[in-house]
């Protein structure tokens, strides 16, 4: 019977990262982050925090001026993120080699005879002796 499995398919896709820090140089841990898509810039496009060291990564997906807003305990700063370009390639499967063989019972029963022959056969062929 066939074996049946599950491809692996991997996207890459361009990240943005936007760092905060206070004027001191501490980071702006768990900040509150609202992104705006140049498309619209009424809507938020995407929210979260930033991380412990005041980052926060996203990736935009259309061109143009990408506006990231970071605000924590009557702090804030803004910032405009230029993306020219952007590019999500997804790639293709591939056939990968198995350790479960690829031949049925029958023909490896078959590859075993001819081998086990071929052995007889030539200890047959030297065990006859010298003729002169």
Not at 57 to 73: E, K, M
Not at 89 to 96: D, E, K
């Amino acid at each position: 019977l066939p074996a049946w499995s599950h491809g692996a398919i991997a996207t890459v896709t361009r990240t943005f990262s936007v760092e905060a820090r206070y004027s001191s140089g501490e980071p702006m841990a768990l900040a509150q982050v609202v992104v705006y898509s140049p498309e619209n810039l009424d809507e938020p496009w995407t929210t979260g925090q930033t991380n412990e060291t005041g980052e926060f990564v996203f990736s935009p997906d259309a061109p143009g001026n990408w506006d990231v807003v970071i605000r924590q305990a009557g702090h804030g700063t803004s910032v405009s993120v230029p993306v020219e370009t952007t590019t999500q390639a997804q790639a293709q499967p591939t056939a990968v080699a198995s350790s479960e063989p690829s031949t049925s019972p029958l023909q490896r029963w078959a590859s075993a005879g001819a081998a086990l022959w071929g052995l007889v056969g030539t200890a047959l062929f030297f065990s006859r002796g010298k003729q002169s």
